[in-house]
């Protein structure tokens, strides 16, 4: 079994995979009478012949160490995950290697950060950490095949 750590998480060593959404040191602009600090535009949402949705998704925790064999994918559109609650979790993501996952990589998410995931992009399935978590996900509805999944030989994450 291969076995990986779990990295803390930067925009720059998630770029390939994606988005990290959380607010910028200052907000781009005031809004509402001064009221509201609008941190605009954190991810794109990128929908392919569907519509964008918003859903809440309730998911049971894993510990460390813990043992990954499953990856998806949704080809027709990206989909971003934000932490409804005030606990970190992780997102394990791996790069495409002709048309399969290659070796996986895990990044540990600071709680109140979320991340949208570019379409076509190999992920494992949402990994709170220690206790269930909500997540409100935008994503794609729409015609055509929009998930994939692949099981892969299990690899152990790590702290």
């Given at each position: 079994?291969?076995?990986?750590?779990?990295?803390?998480?930067?925009?720059?060593?998630?770029a390939?995979?994606g988005?990290?959404?959380?607010?910028?040191d200052?907000?781009?602009?005031?809004?509402?009478?001064?009221?509201?600090?609008?941190?605009?535009?954190?991810?794109?949402?990128?929908c392919?012949?569907?519509?964008?949705?918003?859903?809440?998704?309730?998911?049971?925790?894993?510990?460390?160490?813990?043992?990954?064999?499953?990856?998806?994918?949704?080809?027709?559109g990206?989909?971003a995950?934000?932490?409804?609650?005030?606990?970190?979790?992780?997102?394990?993501?791996?790069?495409?290697?002709d048309?399969?996952?290659?070796?996986p990589?895990?990044?540990?998410?600071?709680?109140?950060?979320?991340?949208?995931?570019?379409?076509?992009?190999?992920?494992?399935?949402?990994?709170?950490?220690?206790?269930?978590?909500?997540?409100?996900?935008?994503d794609?509805?729409?015609?055509?095949?929009?998930?994939?999944?692949?099981?892969?030989?299990?690899?152990?994450?790590?702290?």
């Amino acid at each position: 079994m291969t076995g990986i750590g779990i990295t803390p998480l930067t925009a720059e060593a998630f770029a390939p995979f994606g988005d990290v959404i959380s607010q910028r040191d200052s907000a781009d602009l005031l809004i509402n009478g001064g009221r509201c600090e609008r941190h605009h535009a954190l991810a794109r949402v990128e929908c392919a012949g569907g519509d964008a949705i918003i859903s809440i998704f309730r998911s049971q925790p894993v510990s460390l160490p813990y043992s990954c064999d499953l990856l998806e994918r949704h080809p027709l559109g990206s989909q971003a995950f934000m932490p409804l609650g005030p606990d970190p979790w992780m997102s394990i993501v791996a790069p495409d290697i002709d048309g399969r996952p290659g070796l996986p990589l895990a990044f540990r998410v600071p709680a109140k950060v979320g991340l949208n995931l570019r379409p076509g992009i190999w992920h494992g399935v949402l990994t709170p950490l220690d206790r269930a978590a909500d997540f409100l996900v935008v994503d794609r509805e729409g015609p055509g095949n929009n998930l994939e999944e692949r099981r892969i030989a299990p690899v152990m994450i790590t702290e």
